[in-house]
């Protein structure tokens, strides 16, 4: 059974940003009208869209009866996501505000479990959940969350998330000159530079459907990845220099996770008789020095030995 969030005391308004999205933004818009816990009302900010068969769809929500929620559209000229989000916030009365993008959606627990979790901590400046991702992609994503030295090295909560309208008032709101991404991990560096006391939460349940697409702007943003963090490192470089050594472990622990993954593939597809690309081979033959590359080929080459000596034992 839904109830309205006013019954706990505080108050929590949605924004969805929406650029030429058809009736996804739909399913955006249904998720929210299907929460526990429902917000006060849901705000869309239509970044520009030029494709009639959107266009149409935010008309028909304009003038679509029976929603229990009250829905409010913006329409504005093409600013990027970063402008879009601050226009919706800019437009929330309430102390919390929910941003979702217009392809994803909730599961319907989300609101009451992120919600609480902010209640419960006056230092959390925001909160969201793991997320489970649909479309390309079929998997859950578990970000952690945490103070600003978890985030130096990378971002630690989904772009979805609810926020303290306080906190995003304090520190400016989305960088508007960020249109190529990483735009939602600048922004939650600001706001934990608002305290050093502040952290962000997450609901350790996968409550945020993600859509994943290989043309998605997250995956374009990949490719200009040090391009962004150099942005953001020179913008935050007060943070940076504050958490230098927590920024430069957390880089090479991300390195070496995956470092060991790839190990593991590769003696897998040696010792199975399976062919490894070309350049996987071409590090074995000339492995890299200094960081860490010809340790792992040692281990790979070390493994094989090992599996090579037990079969032939049997």
Known sequence: MNKNIDGCGTGIEAVITSFNQGTMILEAVESLCAQTLLPQKIIIVDDGSTDEG??????????????PIPVMIQYQENRGVSAARNAGIQKAQAPMVLVLDGDDKLKPEYIEYVSQMLLGNPSMVAASSWMHTFG??????CPLGGKINAFLSRNCCPATHILRRDVFEQCGG????????????????????????????????????YRTAPASSNVKSME??????????????DS??????DALLGVEA?????????????AHAIASHQEVSQSSHDF??????????????????????TKLGQSRKE
């Open 136 to 141: 390309t992609l079929d998997s859950v994503v």
């Open 284 to 305: 074995l033959k000339s492995p890299t020095y200094g960081d860490g590359g010809m340790a792992s080929a040692v281990r790979i080459a070390s493994d094989l030995t």
């Open 254 to 266: 991300i390195s070496n996770s995956r470092l060991y993954q790839w190990e593991n593939e590769v």
């Open 54 to 67: 959107s266009i149409r769809v935010l008309k028909n929500l304009e003038n679509k009866a029976g929603l």
């Open 174 to 209: 989305y960088d508007e000159s960020m249109r190529s991404g990483f735009e939602d991990w600048d922004f939650f560096l600001s706001m934990l530079e608002t305290s050093p006391e502040s952290l962000i939460g997450i609901v350790d349940k996968p409550l945020i459907q």
């Open 224 to 237: 200009k990845r040090l391009g962004l963090m150099r942005f953001i490192i020179e913008k935050h470089k």
């Open 240 to 245: 940076y220099h504050g958490h230098m050594v």
